[in-house]
């Protein structure tokens, strides 16, 4: 997939920084994952009472898995989005505000035009992920066209985003409670619900289009090199701009399921996603610095990132240690995945 | 006339035809008490942008900036009866800690500022959630005006919460422009390599920028919660993007080396006029953030030095 090796030096056969780099997420996810049912043990074990490691487990059951997931699937949607961006060494911060005028837009739209999916309100659903394209697009000029670097063109964005969906609602909330809608979270097949179902179906349409497109291969030649993608005659300009739509695009997918999800639309549908997101993407191994990682990695971040929060308040941690826990992790990710002796300097 | 001379007079032109503009349109705008509570409501915010202007000069920035102000308002308020004046000092050694620690990651892990600051800041968020037990506190009146009561006075018709930006700005001042580090932040912004290669410890110097905006943070957390009697780990929202607004529309470009806090000041009072202008123009809260969002991207585009990106923007 990604051809790193002419970076890496080895450090002893087998274990190269290239391997190392690779499989440390999915370590780290199968870790975790065998790490809070042992705290579950051992807390039970001090207690006295009878536990069958893992298979007692509160955290390792299924109805925990499907609380995982539906946690996880907007939070999926938006970094993979932002994944596509971060392959290209640019990065997004604009998602608060587009999934908070995409939610907006959505609802409006949806209640306005019948207020259920069976009604011509489902065209609500393709308005919001133009909506998304057409942020994304702003975002995307803005950066490229302005020559502003993409981290405060797309910051700035985000202001103006969240700007717009508060001037939208003033302050509102609007309720979508449409049965068929909502049932992305309440009908369930083999335990999970719908809603997980949706998300997986645009993680593979992601997958295709990272590696089976001209697109997406544009978008690693982009992020590994950008001065020889432009002189081997990309316009990486236009790569770049189409890239921000297509991450507007899934940022609005994102904004749909959580709509979905709490069946709210609201000017704060989009807070926290930003840290989240980004945090995911570059747990799960895509390099800030481009052309490393991908689509799979990012689930694997995102899942990473889920199961430290829902095992932290399995096993009784109080919750406002997870902000402090991610801030470390993703200072800690972003060191690790650095190669040292191709940076310079960072600004 | 060439634009690259009037650039660095755009910002306090820019300022004039503001102030002309809304004192046009609503007379009332030139009242002096008036024009003196605007400018004594925007003295958190110019501290925290004072502070932002170091790590902006040398080509990074400070997004934990609102989430340190946040802890400190929590700090201030839970240590305000144990140490009476004291949790000043508290209040700005934390922060000046928690910017040191992001200037750290991002000079010796190579972490890029705007993450690693990011990430600091929701450590912050969770030192703050933690010590405030996720509740808005309000401190004890009486000890607040024991200690802190002087703020709200004046001397000679000068609010003393404006005489200490004043104090700020002048010790920003004398940093950036009669001290050896002010130089030095300004060949690390101008050019990095260059600096590294004349034998600066770029290191020190970037460490050092964060943890002075990180201290600049604390102070205008510490002002924010006394004027306000509290603390609670949201108390700031709304800060960051009107802080990095003041430093940019105020000449410091986000490519570094040039502007300083000067600008920033003015920059500041610009932002002051913007919200006031929309105040008497009747635009609602709601379309402020809007607003300052579009105004930081045309000064973005405005300011940059795009010689400095190498045909790289990433």
């Known amino acids: ?347 | 006339m060439n634009l690259e001379r009037i650039k660095p007079h755009f910002p306090w032109m820019t300022l004039l035809a503001l102030v002309c503009v809304v004192g046009a349109a609503n007379p009332a705008f030139f009242d002096p008490l008036g024009l003196l509570s605007l400018v004594t409501d925007v003295v958190p915010l110019f501290i925290m942008a004072l502070g932002m202007t170091f790590a902006i000069y040398i080509g990074g920035i400070d997004l934990s900036a609102q989430q340190v102000a946040n802890m400190v308002t929590v700090v201030a308020t839970v240590y305000l009866s144990q140490f009476g004046i004291g949790v000043a000092v508290i209040c700005i050694l934390a922060g000046f800690l928690f910017g040191a620690v992001s200037g750290f990651v991002t000079t010796r892990l190579y972490v890029p500022s705007f993450v690693s600051t990011l990430a600091m800041g929701f450590v912050a968020l969770s030192a703050a959630k933690y010590l405030s037990g996720q509740r808005a506190l309000s401190m004890d009146v009486t000890e607040r005006n024991t200690s802190f009561g002087w703020m709200f006075d004046s001397t000679a018709g000068v609010p003393h919460q404006l005489a200490i930006a004043i104090v700020l700005l002048a010790v920003a001042w004398f940093l950036q422009t009669r001290t050896s580090f002010g130089r030095a932040l300004k060949a690390v912004g101008s050019g990095e390599l260059a600096a590294v290669a004349s034998g600066l410890n770029v290191d020190r110097v970037k460490i050092l920028a964060f943890a002075i905006s990180g201290a600049f943070a604390g102070i205008a957390g510490l002002v924010f919660s006394v004027k306000l009697s509290g603390g609670d780990a949201n108390l700031a929202n709304g800060f960051l993007l009107l802080a990095i607004v003041a430093v940019l529309v105020g000449g410091t470009p986000l490519t570094g080396g040039v502007g300083g806090v000067i600008n920033t000041a003015i920059g500041t009072l610009i932002v002051m006029v913007i919200r006031a202008a929309m105040v008497y123009l009747e635009v609602s809260a709601t379309q402020q953030q809007m607003v300052f969002g579009v105004v930081l991207i045309v000064a973005i585009a405005l300011t940059i030095d795009r010689s400095k990106l190498s045909g790289v923007v990433k």
């Open chain 1, 1 to 347: 997939m990604t051809d790193i090796s002419a970076q890496t030096e080895a450090l002893g056969g087998l274990l190269t920084r290239d391997r190392i780099v690779r499989w440390a997420p999915i370590l780290v996810l199968v870790a975790l994952v065998l790490l809070f049912p042992f705290f579950e043990f051992l807390s039970d074990l001090l207690e006295g009472k009878e536990h069958v490691y893992l298979l007692d487990s509160r955290f390792f059951s299924i109805r925990n898995g499907a609380r995982i997931g539906i946690a996880a699937t907007p939070a999926l949607m938006v970094a993979v989005g932002a994944t596509f961006i971060i392959i290209m060494g640019s990065i997004d911060l604009s998602m608060e505000g587009t999934i908070s005028v995409c939610a907006v837009l959505f609802a409006f739209a949806f209640l306005g035009w019948g207020g259920t999916l069976a009604s011509w309100a489902w065209l609500a659903i393709p308005l919001a992920l133009v909506v998304g394209a057409i942020l994304g697009f702003v975002n995307g000029m803005i950066h490229v066209r302005l020559k502003i670097p993409s981290f405060m063109a797309s910051l700035a964005m985000g202001f103006v985003g969240t700007g717009l969906a508060l001037l939208l609602t003033g302050g509102d909330r609007l309720r979508v409670e449409d049965e068929l809608f909502r049932s992305l979270l309440t009908v369930r097949w083999l335990n999970f619900p719908i809603m997980c179902y949706v998300a997986l179906a645009f993680l593979l349409l992601a997958w295709f289009i990272q590696s089976h497109t001209a697109l997406g291969r544009n978008f690693y030649a982009v992020g590994g090199g950008e001065q020889l993608a432009q002189s081997s005659g990309l316009n990486v300009a236009r790569v770049r701009i189409m890239g921000f739509t297509l991450a507007g695009i899934f940022f609005a997918v994102g904004a749909l399921l959580a709509v979905g999800r709490i069946g709210i639309a609201e000017t704060a549908t989009g807070n926290n996603f930003m840290f989240v997101s980004i945090t995911a993407v570059v747990v799960g191994g895509t390099a800030l610095w481009g052309g490393i990682g991908g689509v799979w990695n990012t689930l694997v971040g995102v899942q990473i990132v889920n199961v430290i929060n829902n095992g932290m308040v399995v096993i009784g941690l109080p919750p406002y240690v997870q902000d402090g826990v991610l801030g470390a992790l993703v200072i800690l990710a972003v060191a690790l995945s650095t190669n040292r002796r191709s940076v310079t300097f960072v600004k």
